[in-house]
């Protein structure tokens, strides 16, 4: 279980990281990150990022406890949850360059968690 919020901790300032990186790069590239009428700061996006993460970090916690298979349970939760994740950007998005970059910031934090999450859970103890 140690391994696993150590892993999980460094995952979750990775993706932190990443996502305001884009976010940034983005950015400076002319992409408005307007939802809903307000502007997405890119520290809210890290932000965002860190505390869905740490939803992550729980979930693959309560699997490593209580689930038979947790590597494989969560690969399926977490496809899952990063598909439902998508559905937002796709209503908000106010131009396609900002829904396209909410699904591009939604797709690198996944790609940043599932991988480092799932090889924690698959590590004999």
Known sequence: ???????????????????????????ASGVDLVVDGGELPVSGVAF??????LVGVVLAAALL????RPADLFVRIAVGLTA???VPPLLWGEEAATTATLIVLHLVAAAVMVPALTRSLRVPA
């Open 84 to 86: 439902l994740s998508l």
């Open 48 to 53: 965002v990022t860190g505390v869905f993460s």
């Open 65 to 68: 406890r209580w689930a038979g």
């Open 1 to 27: 279980m140690i391994r696993l919020a150590r892993t999980g901790l460094l995952a979750i300032l990775a993706a932190m990281v990443a996502t305001g990186v884009v976010a940034a790069v983005a950015r």
